[in-house]
């Protein structure tokens, strides 16, 4: 545990070359060549080399430890019980450990969870979005994962808090050092309620390429991901790219096409991922066997209840004025005796009328009609 935690110290995420050298070779054997400072390992350049075993004599891994458990951080390794195995999927650039902040079991909570991501710039609508669907999500059981970023990881993880669901924060820096700062009250809740994960050692600070690598994490980790607002460029769709090539589920939450964050989402849907509404229909995907989302269908009008023949009088009857019941058998294609039986029994329901000897719809039905929903 000593030499990974080294290397996590060393090494920066994702470093495949690293993840093979270790593969190969073993975490003991690579902390010790980069403590001695030695030949290079294969697959370096002699400047690189030199720089990493620049930043190992500056590493204590005591030291780390210590703060760690300081600020109440644990060290959870592959291979031991808390060690969420589908992270092995990563192959060379899986992490060296992570360092996690929190009390529940990182492998059981990773075991039921969504990651629900998106823009940082979001829209009051994907705001509103990313928190239904978290709190739709932890209501139902499942750990809502995201990476505590403004905009869209912010609301999904307030919407699973405020439902009294699990929540999980992956960062780009030490889990010590909460980022953005502006967040530091949300990630010390989430860290009190929840979890918070991250590859850094304590103290370290974030940068563009952690932030990038980071999202692997957060694909690799969860059962499936849900982009909520992304423009063309976002990091939300690096997190649905690596999503798909570890064979994850991969949803998108459609927007306005005349909208810029949109237009990532769409992009993503028009390829393998599956549009989603709601947290159910979430859940029909990533969940287990039985676990549907309900038949959507729209409201169910009173003439839904006719039966077929008399719906197709009622359609043969002009939406002003009266008719004859001939006219209205000619028009519903059936007997004139079909059309009058029918009629009466319309009549009786309140859908038409008798005038002389034409037939009219009534008022209220005149309505439905004038307001778009046709009495067939």
């Given at each position: 545990m000593l030499a990974r935690v080294f290397l996590t110290r060393v090494v920066e995420p994702g470093d495949e070359t690293c993840g093979r050298w270790v593969r190969e070779r073993g975490v003991g054997e690579v902390a010790r060549r980069l403590r001695?400072?030695?030949?290079?390992?294969?697959?370096?350049?002699?400047?690189?080399?030199?720089?990493?075993?620049?930043?190992?004599?500056?590493?204590?891994?005591?030291?780390?430890?210590?703060?760690?458990?300081?600020?109440?951080?644990?060290?959870?390794?592959?291979?031991?019980?808390?060690?969420?195995a589908q992270l092995d999927d990563l192959g060379d650039a899986r992490p060296l450990g992570l360092w996690v902040r929190g009390g529940p079991s990182l492998r059981m909570w990773a075991l039921r969870s969504v990651a629900v991501v998106g823009a940082r710039a979001c829209t009051e609508y994907g705001a509103h979005m990313a928190a239904t669907l978290a709190a739709g999500l932890a209501e139902r059981g499942w750990?809502?994962?995201?990476?505590?970023?403004?905009?869209?990881?912010?609301?999904?993880?307030?919407?699973?808090?405020?439902?009294?669901?699990?929540?999980?924060?992956?960062?780009?820096?030490?889990?010590?050092?909460?980022?953005?700062?502006?967040?530091?009250?949300?990630?010390?809740?989430?860290?009190?309620?929840?979890?918070?994960?991250g590859e850094l050692p304590p103290g370290d600070h974030p940068t563009p390429s952690r932030f990038i690598m980071r999202n692997r994490v957060i694909a690799a980790l969860t059962r499936g991901t849900v982009v909520?607002?992304?423009?063309?460029?976002?990091?939300?769709?690096?997190?649905?790219?690596?999503?798909?090539?570890?064979?994850?589920?991969?949803?998108?939450?459609?927007?306005?096409?005349?909208?810029?964050?949109?237009a990532g989402?769409?992009?993503?849907?028009?390829?393998?991922?599956?549009?989603?509404?709601?947290?159910?229909?979430?859940?029909?995907?990533?969940?287990?066997?039985?676990?549907?989302?309900?038949?959507?269908?729209?409201?169910?009008?009173?003439?839904?209840?006719?039966?077929?023949?008399?719906?197709?009088?009622?359609?043969?009857?002009?939406?002003?004025g009266a008719a004859t019941a001939g006219e209205v058998a000619r028009r519903a294609q059936t007997s004139q005796d079909d059309a009058v039986a029918r009629l009466y029994e319309l009549r009786a329901l309140g859908y038409v009328e008798r005038h002389g000897d034409g037939w009219k719809l009534t008022r209220q039905t005149m309505i439905s009609v004038r307001g778009g929903r046709s009495p067939c």
């Open positions: 001695e400072g030695g030949p290079a390992l294969p697959g370096v350049s002699g400047k690189r080399w030199a720089g990493l075993c620049a930043r190992a004599s500056g590493a204590d891994p005591r030291r780390d430890l210590a703060v760690a458990r300081a600020c109440g951080v644990r060290f959870v390794a592959p291979g031991t019980t808390e060690w969420p750990v809502v994962v995201s990476g505590g970023a403004y905009g869209i990881d912010g609301a999904a993880h307030r919407g699973a808090l405020g439902a009294g669901g699990a929540t999980a924060a992956v960062l780009a820096c030490g889990v010590d050092r909460p980022y953005p700062p502006g967040h530091a009250g949300l990630i010390h809740r989430i860290a009190e309620q929840g979890l918070v994960v909520v607002e992304a423009a063309y460029r976002s990091g939300a769709l690096v997190t649905a790219r690596a999503a798909q090539r570890l064979g994850r589920h991969t949803m998108g939450v459609p927007g306005p096409a005349t909208s810029a964050l949109s989402v769409h992009e993503l849907l028009r390829g393998d991922a599956v549009l989603v509404g709601d947290a159910a229909e979430i859940v029909e995907l990533v969940g287990d066997m039985g676990e549907l989302s309900p038949e959507r269908r729209g409201p169910v009008l009173p003439t839904d209840l006719l039966e077929p023949g008399a719906r197709q009088v009622l359609a043969g009857l002009p939406a002003r």
